[in-house]
């Protein structure tokens, strides 16, 4: 018997039930036709748009919580890679025959995690049972008890559900301080860098803790010039954090005593193959000095430095990196490079979260990284900081740790 030849478009069209493809930016990527249908929307209105933009929350009901649920699920489930299951939802939707007129609807969705080679999430399918009828049909004509009934006896079992999540949240309270605590030992604010003003800035992934495997580090060096670090241990959490704050403080050792970047970064991965979750990690380090207006640096398969000129040409620093820690078998001696500034040049340091999307290519994100450097070049460096998350990040927070230096040469 011949294997049949699969068109997965139609049956993901021809679907029994409402079912949408999201991003995990939350962009609409694909809606089936009972989804279509049922919503009152074409395909055309829906794909390529922000779920929310689509569907806004009905400005009519102050009560209305419909938007904040359906965001939080959603995020939970790019954030944990789990499916996630809401209670029954009240979300009225504009009649698209009747702009200003809004429809009641009950809904019973489903959030299901995509997940590509990565293993991070690439879609979420976004599946709702549309319960409006049901209710209503609990109702005779001009009577509405029951359906009133079923309706309260539904948000009953929501509330329960809500009841418990506020549990859950409080016996995590006590986790969560000790991650702030953490998080305050091992990620300073930056020291004293003389007449020369730095910024850092820290951005744990959504639904994570206030701890992630991000890093940044400035350490003196002899003659009194500086060195600044960036590092990215795989995964999130307390884990990942504990592995970070080993790795952290034997680079700032290690480029007290050695030569270079290079020699400091060799170090660091001889150590890396004795801790137990750095293997893989990413880490750039630089050594600024100051009478030469030079920068010596090397990478250990992390995205490159960004040095802004003070005539707003922007270079990445990408002459000198390598593969991660602990990456290869034997032990090799790793790269570096050396580039001058002139004096207001600016520095910035950063992990992947802030240029990465999955949906886009690393040089993408360069770019707009770029961009956003040249049109804030005037900035003192706290501002600057504020404008590359502003501009860089997703509005309802990023997938990934995020860390960031930012320091006026």
């Known amino acids: 018997m011949r294997k049949p030849q699969i068109d997965y478009t139609a049956v993901f069209r021809a679907l029994p039930g409402m079912v949408a493809l999201l991003t995990p930016d939350l962009v609409y990527a694909d809606a089936n036709d009972d989804f279509v249908r049922l919503a009152g929307r074409t395909r055309e209105q829906l794909v390529g748009r922000y779920i929310f933009d689509v569907f806004p929350e009905n ?81 005779g004509p001009g009577d509405d008890s029951r359906a009133r009934v079923l309706e309260a006896e539904l948000y009953t079992r929501a509330r329960e559900l809500q009841e418990v999540n506020e549990r859950l949240r409080r016996a995590h309270a006590h986790e969560r301080e000790v991650a702030l605590a953490l998080q305050a030992a091992m990620l300073p604010a930056p020291g004293p860098t003389g007449e020369h003003a730095a910024a850092v800035r820290y951005r744990p992934a959504i639904g994570a803790l206030n701890v992630c495997g991000d890093w940044y580090d400035l350490a003196d060096l002899p003659g009194g010039n500086l060195a600044v670090a960036v590092g990215d241990v795989v995964g999130h959490g307390l884990a990942a954090a504990c592995v970070m704050g080993q790795l952290r403080s034997a680079l700032s050792a290690a480029c007290r005593v050695a030569d270079g970047p290079a020699q400091a970064l060799e170090a660091l991965g001889l150590y890396a193959r004795s801790v137990e979750g750095a293997e893989s990690t990413t880490v750039v380090s630089t050594f600024i000095d100051w009478a030469e207006r030079t920068v010596t640096y090397s990478s250990a398969g992390h995205p490159p430095p960004a040095l802004l000129h003070p005539d707003g040409t922007v270079r990445f620093l990408d002459e000198a990196t390598d593969p991660p820690l602990a990456a290869r078998p034997e032990h090799l001696a790793r790269p570096q490079a050396r580039t001058s500034f002139t004096e207001g040049a600016t520095l910035v340091l950063y992990t992947d979260g802030l240029v990465e999307r999955r949906t886009e290519d690393i040089y993408t994100g360069l770019d707009r990284l770029a961009d956003s450097l040249v049109r804030h070049r005037k900035d003192d460096p706290e501002q600057l900081a504020d404008a590359l998350l502003a501009d860089l990040l997703p509005a309802t927070g990023n997938t990934d740790d995020t860390a960031l230096i930012v320091i006026r040469l």
């Open 59 to 139: 400005p009519n009901d102050p009560a209305a919580a419909g938007r904040h649920e359906t965001e939080t699920s959603m995020l939970r489930t790019v954030a944990t890679g789990e499916r996630d299951t809401m209670a029954l939802l009240r979300y009225d939707i504009e009649d698209p025959d009747r702009p200003g007129h809004w429809q009641e609807h009950f809904w019973s969705p489903v959030n299901a995690p995509v997940l590509g080679p990565d293993g991070q999430v690439e879609l979420i399918v976004h599946r709702v049972e549309e319960v409006t009828e049901l209710i209503r049909a609990f109702g």
